[in-house]
């Protein structure tokens, strides 16, 4: 009974508490940490690699480095800022592995565009985007998902992935550019 009232208790609580628990030492509460943002890291990870197996390997990886590094998180509440620097991390050390060097920076530095849809997109719309997602670069993909898909701001993605400010604007500017062009070649083939 005592431990189903704790499993309530911290199924009740908020994220920074949780977060400060699994610091000093609480495996219960990072076990709930991991519940609440498993499907999110997964996500996450799916849209950047496109393979859903990967990614679920992926995020079991990333869920392990923070466990063995919660000790280190100097504020509870950046939980999920923290969590998804290590998922990207995670990401990069695979395909720095795999022996692609598209992450490296880019030389030049257009300017940035909006490509914000004005609508939430339907089921064959994100497929589509999926589609097109896929066949961008490692790094434009990572950078147009953590932008779009994270909400994350360039200095922001900048920090978490270590590429220059000019090559995340680079990447993004870039991206979305070729991601309009798929879109609109998927909507004239519809």
């Known amino acids: 009974m005592t431990g189903e009232l704790s ?12 977060a400060g628990l699994a610091v000093s030492g ?16 997964r996500e996450l990870l799916r849209r950047l690699c496109r393979d859903p197996a990967l990614a679920d390997d992926l995020a079991q990886q990333s869920f392990l ?3 063995r590094r919660v000790r280190t998180l100097q504020s509870p509440a ?10 990207v991390n995670t990401w990069l ?6 022996g692609d060097d598209t ?6 530095e257009p300017s940035e565009r909006d490509v914000t849809p004005s609508h939430e997109p339907t089921v064959a719309e994100r497929i589509d ?9 490692p790094a434009v993909r990572l950078c147009i998902v953590l932008a779009y ?13 270590e590429l220059p400010l000019g090559t995340v604007k680079s990447h993004i500017a870039r991206g979305a550019a070729r991601l309009r062009d798929l879109l609109r070649a998927y909507e004239t083939t519809s």
């Open 7 to 18: 499993r309530a208790a911290l199924g009740a609580a908020a994220e920074p508490i949780l």
């Open 26 to 41: 609480d495996d219960s509460a990072y076990g709930e940490l991991v519940r609440r943002r498993q499907s999110w890291i």
């Open 65 to 67: 480095q923070a466990w």
């Open 78 to 87: 950046a939980f999920g800022g923290w969590l998804r620097k290590i998922a």
């Open 93 to 98: 050390q695979h395909i720095r592995a795999r």
């Open 103 to 108: 992450v490296r920076p880019a030389p030049e």
């Open 129 to 137: 985007l999926d589609r097109a997602l896929s066949q961008l670069p």
């Open 149 to 161: 898909g994270e909400r994350m701001s360039h200095r922001e993605i900048a920090d978490a992935t």
